[in-house]
């Protein structure tokens, strides 16, 4: 008995490694895609001479998701710290001209990633042109959870706002990518008195799944 106990325990071994093998290199795999992606399409809008530093802020962003989920051991990132860490550099902005709103919620790790390089983009967008640009502007990120996962990122106090005459690569980031990824409705916007950027997914695709059970059950309780 010990003897047949010992190599099934041996097996279910072997197996549970085998997975995590596999599971380690489908992410990878799905990591260096979206580094091509960002090297594709940085590439092709920006400078040569800004290429390396666009480049490099964008790989950032993406690393410091990576580093929030291998802190977790790939079981999800908390909303707050996802977006503390994209706007880490804001330093003392954080808490006055950037504030937070939202409850705990543990986002999958596709959403993570996402969601970061949106966040990313956003804060990008406002240091060069928007919000963040000027001393007195600001900006208001806010996340819920009612029956969907809804974040909101509004600029106000800024210099007035216009469209972007062409729409590049943070675009594709900020809608394109959460849209396909994520099943998302994303909304951009560019009134005079700041951008808004709202995004709506259903808990399934964002939330990890304990919450995302509970979501599920409220909303089929409405």
């Known amino acids: 008995m010990g003897t047949i106990s010992d190599i099934t325990e041996r097996k279910r071994s072997e197996d549970q490694v085998e997975l995590l093998i596999g599971e380690v290199n489908h992410r990878a795999k799905n990591l260096l895609s979206v580094a091509q ?18 480049f490099n802020r964008r790989i950032a962003s993406l690393a410091t998701s990576h580093d929030l989920l291998s802190l977790s051991a790939w079981e999800g990132v908390n909303a707050a710290d996802l977006a503390h860490s994209q706007l880490a550099h804001f330093g003392n902005l954080l808490g006055s001209r950037i504030t937070f709103e939202g409850p705990p919620v543990g986002l999958k790790p596709a959403a ?6 949106a966040l990313h983009e956003l804060a990008t967008n406002a240091a ?24 909101s990122w509004i600029e106000a106090g ?5 469209a972007p005459d062409k729409r590049g690569f943070g675009y594709k980031v900020m809608v394109e990518m959460a849209t396909h990824q994520l099943d998302a409705t994303v909304r951009l916007e560019y009134p005079a008195s ?3 950027w709202e995004l709506i997914a259903p808990a399934a695709k964002t ?8 979501l599920d059950t409220i909303k089929c309780a409405c």
């Open 128 to 151: 060069k042109y928007g919000a963040l640009s000027t001393r007195d502007g600001s900006v208001h990120i806010a996340w819920s959870t009612n029956g969907a996962f809804r974040m």
């Open 158 to 162: 800024g210099p007035p706002v216009t």
């Open 37 to 54: 992606a960002v090297a594709f399409h940085t590439a092709r809008e920006a400078a040569p001479a800004d290429f390396v530093d666009t």
């Open 207 to 214: 939330v990890e799944n304990d919450q995302a059970a509970r």
């Open 112 to 117: 993570a990633q996402a969601i970061g390089m």
């Open 194 to 196: 700041g951008l808004i």
